[in-house]
C-alpha cells in the first residue's frame, strides 16, 4: 500500500505525527476515523493524488504518531490540539492553505480545524458524522446501543483501557465488525494494519482520552462557538452511509445547516466506513467537489 507516497515523520511540541505524501496539485488533507490509521484511505489515495498534492497522516494517539498520555482535562486529546497538528503538519509540507476530506475522529478534527483555523481551510468534505454537541444532546436508546463505545470509552480511567489492552484485536474487530458490513468490507492487510496499531504501548489510553475530551472539553469548546454563532464559513459537504447508526438517529444535513453556510451533501448506499465501502462513489463525490 501507498507505494507512491513518501513517508516523514513531523516533530510539534515533542510530539511525532507521522505523515505520508504523493501526487501533485492542489493540498488535499486526508483525516482518518478509530478505530483506524491512515491506511483508511488505501482504496481512494492513489485516484486522489492523480490530481491533488495528498497528505496523510496518522492522528495523535493512533497508527504510527505519538500517544501523548493523560492529562487533567483531557486537553492534550483534544480536537482543538488535534487540529493544531493537522494544522502543523499541512505548513510543515508547505501548505498555508488546504482542501480537507475527513472521516469520524478525524472529521470532528476536520470540523474544529474549519472553526479555529478558518483562513486555512478552502472547503472541507467530512465522512459519516453529525455535529459531535448534537450528538451527545440527541442521543436515543438507539443510537446509544449503536455506538456503545462512545459510552464505554469515557468511563473513568483505568477499566475501559485495561479492558481494551487486553484484547486490543478484539476490541477492533468488535467495534468495526459489528457495523453494516462486517468485516468482510475491510482489505485484510489493512485490517492487520489497524490491528497491529491498536496492540501498541500506549493506544488504549490514548483512545480513551480523545473520547472523553470529546465529552467534556470539546464540548465546551462547541457550546461555545454555538453561543456566538460561530459556524464554518468554507464550502462544506456532508457525506454519509445510509445504513449506518449515524443516519438512522440524526437528521443530519439538518444538523449540519445550523453549522455551516455553505452546505451540500448525501447519504450513499453503505455502511460508515464510506471510504472502503464504496471508494468509486467517494471518489466521483470528491473530484465533483474539490478543486483541481
Given at each position: 500500500?501507498?507505494?507512491?507516497?513518501?513517508?516523514?515523520?513531523?516533530?510539534?511540541?515533542?510530539?511525532?505525527?507521522?505523515?505520508?505524501?504523493?501526487?501533485?496539485?492542489?493540498?488535499?488533507?486526508?483525516?482518518?476515523?478509530?478505530?483506524?490509521?491512515?491506511?483508511?484511505?488505501?482504496?481512494v489515495a492513489d485516484e486522489l493524488a492523480t490530481r491533488f498534492t495528498v497528505v496523510m497522516m496518522d492522528l495523535r494517539g493512533?497508527?504510527?504518531?505519538?500517544?501523548?498520555?493523560?492529562?487533567?482535562?483531557?486537553?492534550?486529546?483534544?480536537?482543538?490540539?488535534?487540529?493544531?497538528?493537522?494544522?502543523?503538519?499541512?505548513?510543515?509540507?508547505?501548505?498555508?492553505?488546504?482542501?480537507?476530506?475527513?472521516?469520524?475522529?478525524?472529521?470532528?478534527?476536520?470540523?474544529?480545524?474549519?472553526?479555529?483555523?478558518?483562513?486555512?481551510?478552502?472547503?472541507?468534505?467530512?465522512?459519516?458524522?453529525?455535529?459531535?454537541?448534537?450528538?451527545?444532546?440527541?442521543?436515543?436508546?438507539?443510537?446509544?446501543?449503536?455506538?456503545?463505545?462512545?459510552?464505554?470509552?469515557?468511563?473513568?480511567?483505568?477499566?475501559?483501557?485495561?479492558?481494551?489492552?487486553?484484547?486490543?484485536?478484539?476490541?477492533?474487530?468488535?467495534?468495526?465488525?459489528?457495523?453494516?458490513?462486517?468485516?468482510?468490507?475491510?482489505?485484510?492487510?489493512?485490517?492487520?494494519?489497524?490491528?497491529?496499531?491498536?496492540a501498541l504501548p500506549g493506544t488504549a489510553e490514548s483512545i480513551c482520552e480523545d473520547y472523553r475530551a470529546s465529552a467534556t472539553?470539546?464540548?465546551?469548546?462547541?457550546?461555545?462557538?454555538?453561543?456566538?454563532?460561530?459556524?464554518?464559513?468554507?464550502?462544506?459537504?456532508?457525506?454519509?452511509?445510509?445504513?449506518?447508526?449515524?443516519?438512522?438517529?440524526?437528521?443530519?444535513?439538518?444538523?449540519?445547516?445550523?453549522?455551516?453556510?455553505?452546505?451540500?451533501?448525501?447519504?450513499?448506499?453503505?455502511?460508515?466506513?464510506?471510504?472502503?465501502?464504496?471508494?468509486?462513489?467517494?471518489?466521483?463525490?470528491?473530484?465533483?467537489?474539490?478543486?483541481?
Amino acid at each position: 500500500m501507498f507505494d507512491n507516497f513518501s513517508t516523514e515523520t513531523v516533530l510539534r511540541e515533542g510530539l511525532e505525527l507521522r505523515t505520508w505524501r504523493g501526487g501533485q496539485g492542489p493540498a488535499l488533507l486526508l483525516l482518518h476515523g478509530h478505530p483506524q490509521t491512515h491506511v483508511m484511505w488505501h482504496r481512494v489515495a492513489d485516484e486522489l493524488a492523480t490530481r491533488f498534492t495528498v497528505v496523510m497522516m496518522d492522528l495523535r494517539g493512533y497508527g504510527d504518531s505519538g500517544r501523548p498520555g493523560a492529562t487533567a482535562g483531557h486537553g492534550a486529546h483534544s480536537k482543538r490540539e488535534m487540529a493544531r497538528d493537522a494544522l502543523a503538519v499541512m505548513r510543515h509540507h508547505g501548505f498555508e492553505r488546504f482542501q480537507v476530506l475527513a472521516h469520524d475522529r478525524g472529521a470532528r478534527v476536520a470540523h474544529r480545524l474549519g472553526l479555529d483555523h478558518a483562513e486555512a481551510v478552502e472547503n472541507m468534505m467530512l465522512l459519516d458524522i453529525a455535529p459531535t454537541l448534537a450528538m451527545y444532546e440527541g442521543t436515543t436508546e438507539a443510537f446509544a446501543r449503536a455506538y456503545w463505545h462512545w459510552f464505554f470509552l469515557i468511563q473513568p480511567s483505568p477499566l475501559p483501557e485495561t479492558l481494551i489492552a487486553s484484547d486490543p484485536v478484539g476490541y477492533v474487530r468488535g467495534v468495526m465488525g459489528k457495523r453494516h458490513a462486517g468485516l468482510a468490507a475491510f482489505d485484510p492487510a489493512a485490517l492487520a494494519e489497524y490491528e497491529r496499531c491498536a496492540a501498541l504501548p500506549g493506544t488504549a489510553e490514548s483512545i480513551c482520552e480523545d473520547y472523553r475530551a470529546s465529552a467534556t472539553l470539546d464540548l465546551e469548546h462547541d457550546r461555545l462557538d454555538a453561543a456566538r454563532g460561530h459556524g464554518l464559513s468554507m464550502p462544506l459537504r456532508v457525506l454519509w452511509g445510509e445504513h449506518g447508526a449515524v443516519a438512522a438517529s440524526f437528521a443530519v444535513l439538518d444538523l449540519w445547516r445550523e453549522r455551516a453556510s455553505q452546505l451540500s451533501g448525501r447519504a450513499l448506499p453503505c455502511g460508515h466506513y464510506i471510504a472502503e465501502e464504496a471508494p468509486t462513489l467517494l471518489l466521483q463525490e470528491a473530484f465533483d467537489f474539490f478543486r483541481s
